[in-house]
């Protein structure tokens, strides 16, 4: 079994190890430009980003190249999935594979303007992570099938929030005093949109994923309208699997 994640916070890493199997970082193979996948299960593990399928998650799919008789996908979330198995569906259609499986875990919102990170990991207990990760995983190893009906009103919401996505996401952005250059930003970026001199300098290529701010040391860079100044890691993860994953 193969699995292709993405991940900015280490959620839908710790989903992809649990399942099982070898698993890919897709920053790191659109990167290398690696794009054949056989097995006889390939899984694609990311976050739900606007109720929806994450852009970097989309352009990969776009190209990826995937024979295997068993494709699932999970998707993780923190508050409100929306069309998300609707859209991982239709770009596996548009691009000429076919889910037998879909499933969404809530999990930790790591969405800093809508959340404190704090009631956030305290609140984990509630969403019953461990537990629903279980039937997934057990779904899995049988090869069950599923995938959530998808509903028009979600589509809506989906590509309204599509229509406005922003293209100047890092000008929200701003880092303090407190900065030591240590580099971590650069290397969280799954797309090398951040350059470090003495502070990071960001390029327009931002994928809204947070990872700089969420993974750094210092908690020197901060978004506008962000609800605290806590910061998030999924637990069962380390920083430097998330740099592997991204750098
Ligand atoms: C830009 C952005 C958009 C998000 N949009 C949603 C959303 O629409 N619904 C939701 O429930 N969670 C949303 N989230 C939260 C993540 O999907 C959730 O925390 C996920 O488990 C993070 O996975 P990761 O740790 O692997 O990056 C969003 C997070 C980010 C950074």
Redesign the pocket.
Known sequence: MKILYF???????YVSKKIGGEYYSIPKLLKENSLDFEDEKIGIVF?????GVPKIVEEFLNKVNIKSKYIFGVA???????SASAHLLEIGSRNGFKFSYIKEIL?????LPGFDMNKQIQGQAKKKIEENLMIIIKDIEAGNKYIKKGSNIMEFIRKQLEKHYNTNFEKNFSVGNNCNGCKVCEKVCPVDNIKVEHKPVFKNNCQ???ACIQNCPQKAIIIKKEKSEARFI?ENIKLKEIIDSNN
């Open positions: 991940t900015s916070t280490g959620n839908s890493l976050p739900i980003y606007n109720g993780t979330y923190g508050a409100f999935s929306g999990m930790v919102d790591n969405y809204h994923c947070l999924n």
